[in-house]
């Protein structure tokens, strides 16, 4: 009987750790999913001044700036894009952008149907970046917080005129059908694998996504950065409120990103040039 009991008792430990360990798995939080990013091209605006996006550079200078979104495809078949540019005419009348294509049209052009897609994270309220959000009938639209309070008043009234009318009026009717989701601040995980991070002040409260891939953590900048140049020669972009912040915000992506070629500017056609084509106007970041 002794002989017995000896045994009984390493058995018993042994059952007791691995019904401990089996416990700690069930209840550990599920691995981050690995998002696909794409940049997808829908315009390019000929013969832009540099010296209003990189701050103290040459006026003489000119670049053919990529009108540019991001497509992130997820697990599940969630679909999430970063930015949904523009589509309406008096903004072409006022820019005349060359190739243009609607974003509905650049997503299904990529395959993708536009209905499909089930969230659009806005980094700002400029119309380039966030007047298609009206096309994506399905999607979701987070914006931070103080960026819409600051901007967007009730019935979509304008508060400050750095936000089109139109593209007012549009957030606060997709607002009003609930479809309008607000960020509550810094660092915050808006579906797993993407935290938005609230960028310079390049508006009142813009933001800048880092994403999970398969490589590491892209961060797509959007206008907190415009070129690369800003980011070599550590230039805050021309257009901001405060110049300190946006270097701050650069700093904090070279953080944040697993690799300095994973930091993705909002307008330089070097995107298109860096990274793998994946279609027309489209490369995945990685």
């Known amino acids: 009987m002794r002989t017995r009991a000896r045994f009984r008792r390493p058995i018993a430990a042994l059952v007791i750790a691995l019904g401990g360990a089996l416990a ?17 091209r829908y315009a390019t605006v000929r013969a832009f001044p540099i010296h209003e996006l990189v701050a103290g550079a040459d006026t003489t200078r000119t670049s053919d700036i990529a009108m540019m979104f991001w497509l ?59 007047d298609g959000a009206d096309s994506f009938p399905n999607a979701r639209i987070w914006i931070q917080r103080a960026e819409y309070e600051h901007y967007v008043g009730p019935g979509g009234t304008v508060l400050d005129a750095q936000i089109d009318t139109v593209d007012a009026a549009m957030l606060a009717r997709l607002d009003q059908a609930g479809r309008v989701k607000r960020v509550a601040g810094d660092a915050q995980e808006i579906v797993p694998g993407v935290v938005a991070y609230i960028g310079g002040k390049h508006t009142f409260e813009s933001q800048y996504v880092g994403v999970h891939t398969a490589k590491g953590t892209v961060v797509l900048a959007s206008d907190n950065v415009y070129l690369y140049e800003n980011l070599d020669k550590h230039v805050p972009i021309a257009a901001t409120y405060d110049a300190a912040s946006n270097l701050a915000a650069q700093d904090r992506m070279k953080k944040i990103a697993s690799s300095p070629r994973l930091i993705v500017p909002g307008h330089d056609p070097a995107v298109f040039e860096r990274f793998k084509r994946t279609g027309p106007g489209a490369v995945r970041i990685e």
């Open 24 to 40: 700690a798995m069930s209840t550990a939080a599920p691995p981050t999913p690995a998002w696909q990013v794409y940049a997808l």
């Open 72 to 130: 992130l495809k997820g697990p599940s078949g969630r679909r999430v894009l970063f930015d949904c540019g523009f589509y309406r005419q008096k903004f072409l009348d006022a820019w005349k952008p060359a190739d243009f294509l609607r974003p509905a049209d650049v997503v299904r052009r990529f395959g993708i149907p536009p209905d499909s897609i089930t969230d659009i994270v806005v980094s700002h309220v400029h119309w380039d970046h966030m």
